[in-house]
């Protein structure tokens, strides 16, 4: 029996790893999440830089992420993965996908077969993560540094089913045309700078530290709504309405 499915962590750009509400983490919550405080052995934690070319110094800001969820067994695995690299991925507990070019990263992970495996290991209960062009490659499309036309979208993992768009507001010019380019029946959301979404295995979006913007295209009609954070602090917990709760 597979273990239930996790959230989806888009986030916006990386400070939202380091914040607090209150006096705890956000990524307290991966305790939970992943059962780190059972787990044997220790909880592993992959890092896929494809996006931003391997840069080391961002790996290190990951690492110093998860080190406030308590998991320190981490690895960076690189655009082109040896045999280890690819086994530790296949174990991963917790992934995250980088920020930079969306069509690199992308056309990296087709190349080197990490396409596959991030698939497997969602469905096999794993936590994924994405930051600003990775939360753009777990939605239905991404676009190319050129520019949201139809040209450029392409088809990335789907695992959200809505476009993502970030860090620009408050006009989402980029969001707005790639919506209209994948025409009637589409979806985006905007995730402002410093903000985030958990997208829960109901489908319930759910904002982090500041509003989303939600459009819709739908036939004739074009929707623009403001998504609200709940009104009680994140505590860094698995809400006990949620289908993968004990």
């Known amino acids: 029996m597979k273990p239930p499915l996790k959230p989806l962590f888009l986030l916006a750009d990386s400070s939202l790893l380091f914040w607090r509400s209150g006096d705890r983490p956000f990524l307290e919550c991966l305790r939970v999440l992943t059962g780190a405080d059972l787990a044997v052995p220790p909880i592993q934690a992959a890092y896929l830089g494809a996006s931003n070319g391997d840069v080391p110094d961002f790996f290190g800001i990951f690492t110093a992420a998860m080190e406030l969820a308590g998991i320190s067994h981490c690895r960076m695995i690189p655009s082109q993965p040896t045999a280890e690299d690819r086994a530790w991925l296949a174990?991963?507990?917790?992934?995250l996908l980088a920020g930079g070019d969306p069509l690199l990263?992308?056309?990296?992970?087709?190349?080197?077969g990490v396409e596959a495996v991030l698939r497997e290991r969602y469905f096999d209960g794993a936590v994924l993560m994405g930051i600003s062009a990775g939360a753009m490659q777990l939605?239905?499309?991404?676009?190319?540094?050129?520019?949201?036309?139809?040209?450029?979208l392409f088809p990335v993992l789907g695992l959200a089913p809505f476009l993502v768009g970030v860090h620009e507001q408050p006009d989402w010019t980029e969001l707005k045309r790639a919506v209209r380019s994948v025409g009637p029946g589409s979806r985006g959301i905007g995730i402002p700078a410093g903000g985030g979404a958990l997208l829960y295995p109901d489908q319930l979006l759910e904002p982090v530290r500041y509003p989303l913007v939600e459009l819709r295209h739908e036939e004739g009609t074009w929707r623009e709504n403001l998504l609200y954070p709940p009104r009680?602090?994140?505590?860094?917990?698995v809400r006990l309405r949620l289908p993968f709760a004990n």
């Open 91 to 95: 174990g991963a507990h917790v992934i």
């Open 105 to 112: 990263g992308w056309e990296t992970f087709r190349r080197n």
């Open 139 to 152: 939605g239905e499309r991404a676009w190319s540094e050129s520019g949201p036309g139809p040209e450029t």
């Open 232 to 237: 009680e602090p994140f505590r860094g917990e």
